[in-house]
């Protein structure tokens, strides 16, 4: 099981239109009760570029992963499927931030 904050590397494809493709890093963002019910996760993509977009939060030099995640394109993903690894842990704050970011986008 993945845990909420875990950095894993995972297979987006397939993908259609705007979303991010292919083996890329992606944060685990669905909260632990979620993700030891259910049989997915939430997820938001890491890019490496970083280009101060409002959607986005900036990783720092506290994790080995750089760039930016991307909140604006949260998925839903079977992670034992798709197969995945986990790399690292986003530190608290960070994390704290990402999910700020998504409440913000979707008011709930």
């Not at 030099?61 to 790399?87: F, M, N, P, W």
Request: charged residues 20%; aromatic residues 2%.
């Amino acid at each position: 099981m993945v845990n909420q904050g875990d950095i894993i590397i995972i297979n987006l494809d397939p993908r259609s239109g705007h979303e991010q493709a292919g083996k890329r890093l992606a944060l685990v963002v669905s909260n632990d009760t979620f993700n030891s019910r259910c049989n997915i996760v939430l997820a938001c993509p890491i890019t490496s570029t970083v280009n101060g977009f409002p959607l986005h939060v900036i990783l720092d030099d506290r994790t080995k992963t750089q760039g930016s995640v991307l909140c604006e394109h949260i998925r839903s993903l079977d992670i034992e499927a798709r197969g995945y690894r986990v790399v690292e842990r986003l530190p608290s704050d960070l994390l704290s931030n990402v999910i700020d970011v998504i409440n913000a986008e979707i008011e709930i």
